[in-house]
């Protein structure tokens, strides 16, 4: 699905692997490599970058393809299926498989709140303990989780122990990445 394309404004972005926060000019002809969970992975003269969901609109020419494939629509009942789903929809921006088969969730609590809804923490971890892109996932991961309805917390916590290794990927994950 690679493409080349121009941004038409200035756009935020997501320096990869460093993670740092910056803005591309408009006018800078980016290269698409990746298109999952909604979130745009493109290649610069300067290198990759993650451009969010709600800012690939400075893509001239993007429409989505294989982005969420409902985008914005939850599901109507709150269950622990649903959180995992969620999870499913994280991609890290240089890998295209979710979190969820890459292996990189390790833990699920779902609490009930004072109120009534959900309280949910996530214990996760990175395919390298230096990825500056860890945050950023961390980030999207517990805001797809808090969309959820009745989730009146969430809370995504990176880890390192266990030491992840590719052994922890999915048979799904393994087969995406061509290790079968």
């Known amino acids: 699905m690679a493409e080349n ?9 997501t320096a990869i692997p460093a993670g740092d926060a910056l803005t591309l000019p408009a006018g800078t002809e980016v290269f698409i490599a990746q298109t999952l969970g ?10 990759l970058f993650r451009i969010a969901r709600e800012q690939a ?8 393809k294989d982005a969420d494939p409902s985008p914005g629509l939850e599901p109507a ?7 995992w789903d969620a999870l499913k929809t994280c ?16 833990d699920l609590a779902i ?8 309280a949910i923490q996530v214990k996760m971890t ?25 989730v009146e917390s969430a809370k995504v916590h990176i880890v390192w122990d266990p030491v992840w290794t590719p052994q ?5 994950g393994r087969k995406k990445l061509g290790l079968e």
């Open 5 to 13: 394309h121009r941004l038409s404004r200035d756009c935020p972005a």
């Open 38 to 47: 909604g979130n745009v992975t493109v290649r610069t003269d300067r290198g």
């Open 57 to 64: 609109v400075a893509i001239e020419g993007y429409a989505p």
């Open 77 to 83: 009942n709150f269950s622990e299926v649903a959180v």
């Open 91 to 106: 991609f890290d921006p240089e890998i295209p498989v979710n979190i969820v088969d890459l292996g990189l969730v390790y």
């Open 111 to 118: 609490e009930p709140a004072p109120s009534g809804g959900h």
């Open 126 to 150: 990175l395919t390298a303990p230096g990825c500056g892109m860890g945050p950023v996932i961390a980030e999207d991961a517990r805001q797809k989780i808090a969309a959820l309805p009745t």
């Open 168 to 172: 922890m990927i999915s048979p799904e």
